[in-house]
Each structure stands twice: as C-alpha cells, then as structure tokens.
C-alpha cells in the first residue's frame, strides 16, 4: 500500500487527482491540502510513501516545500508550467506532470513509484565464502542512503516503530525503512522467531527466557500472549548448529 497526500490550492486539481488515484489499487489517500504550510506541519508529524505537489501556491512554493522536511517522501511534482521541469529532478522528483493531468500519464508516475519503494525497501540476501570455506549468509540493510552488509549470525533481534525497523547487531544498531512483516519474509525462518508484534529476536542469542520476557545482553523483550505458544514450541524443538 502506497501512502500519499494530495498538496494543491486548487480545489478542482485536487479532486481531478482523487478522481484517477481511486481507481488505482494499493493506493492510500491520507489528506489534502490546499495550504502548504498546514501540510507542511502534517508531514512533520507524520510519514507518507509520497507526495502529489503542486509547483505555484501561496506562501511557499512546491520547490521550495521539500527543503523544510528532514527525510522527504518521494514527489510527483504537479504543475501547468513546463519550465519548472528541470529544477524539479534536481530535486530528485519521481515525475513531473503537467496539468491537465490525464489518467495513463498519472499510471505511468505510480508504476514509477513502486518500483523505486520495491528497490528501496528491498534487503539483498547473498552467500559468501569466509577463510573456512563454510557459508555465511549475509544481508545488505538499506538505511538513508547508504547500504550496510550484515552477517545474519551477527543480528540478536530487530524491533519495530511503524513503517521502520532497527536491525541490533553484535556491533552496531541500523535504522532502516521496513515494515516487520517484510523482514520475516527476508530473514532465515530457522534462525529468528517473533514473540511480539514489536519484535523478532534471533534464537542464538537469546540468554534467558523468563515468564513474560527474554533476555538477550541485559536487554529484556517482551513476549506477547500471540506468539508465546509458537515461541515455546519452537524452543524445546530448538537444537544450535555451533
């Protein structure tokens, strides 16, 4: 699903949008706006895959927006003027539509976008040879711009904040833009169990496990009622390879 919000002072140009994005599937309207600045304080709060910006309104302008938001979604500027087009992929805009706005165009810019979340969000699991000769299985994690590759033996538990995931590791914690439903489909199923809504934690690492929590270096997680009897079952079938 592809959370957007709609930012244009005109209110035909935003129901025009409305109109073609309903009939497009795993698309999420959040809000509209006709003042840049309410959307402005929206977006500070809160996180969208994507934002639909006009370039010429009020107040501040659709090139202007983005540099007042920390981390910005992806754009699809949306404009009548056509000279504008330049500096907004300098903006590293997805597309850049022209008003009117007919629907196979708009299509062309989604298709765009879920392409760039799928490679984005995407962790690359690969194989690699270590000085034994034995098979390491490691993973890149994508957090900001960059990429981190990470030994799977290495990843004690992963914790989750919404749209996001924070990968602890034996060395370091890394940040990055996943939902935790997308890293159980990435992760080896044999080596990490959820117990939580909130968490996934690595079986090797676990030191002790208590009534309602275990207990990985220090650090309690909890186990909720949902996944305790999975948890357990897996446990007592649970045999490490080291």
Not at 70 to 93: C, D, G, H, M, V
Not at 156 to 181: C, M, P, Q
């Amino acid at each position: 699903m592809i959370t957007y919000v709609i930012i244009d002072d005109e209110p035909a140009a935003i129901e025009v949008l409305q109109f073609h994005l309903n009939k497009i599937p795993s698309m999420e309207l959040k809000l509209s706006f006709r003042d840049p600045l309410e959307a402005l304080d929206y977006l500070q709060k809160h996180k969208v895959d994507l934002i639909f910006l006009d370039i010429n309104m009020p107040e501040l302008s659709g090139i202007s927006f983005p540099k007042f938001l920390q981390n910005p979604p992806l754009i699809i500027f949306t404009t009548a003027y056509s000279e504008y087009a330049l500096e907004s992929y300098e903006l590293k805009a997805v597309d850049y539509l022209l008003k009117p706005i007919n629907f196979d165009r708009l299509l062309q810019a989604v298709i765009k976008v879920k392409h760039f979340l799928n490679k984005n969000n995407e962790a690359i699991i690969t194989s690699s040879k270590t000085a034994n000769d034995s098979l390491e299985q490691t993973i890149f994690i994508k957090s900001g711009s960059e990429f981190h590759q990470v030994s799977i033996q290495n990843i004690k538990w992963i914790e989750s904040d919404g749209n996001y995931v924070t990968f602890h590791t034996t060395k370091r914690s890394i940040l990055a833009r996943y939902k935790l439903s997308e890293v159980i489909d990435i992760i080896p199923k044999q080596l990490f169990v959820r117990i939580h809504r909130s968490y996934i934690v690595a079986l090797k690492h676990i030191e002790t496990i208590k009534k309602h929590c275990i207990v990985i270096n220090e650090k309690e997680i909890p186990i909720s009622s949902k996944y305790r009897e999975g948890f357990l079952t897996i446990i007592h079938g649970y045999r490490s390879e080291e």
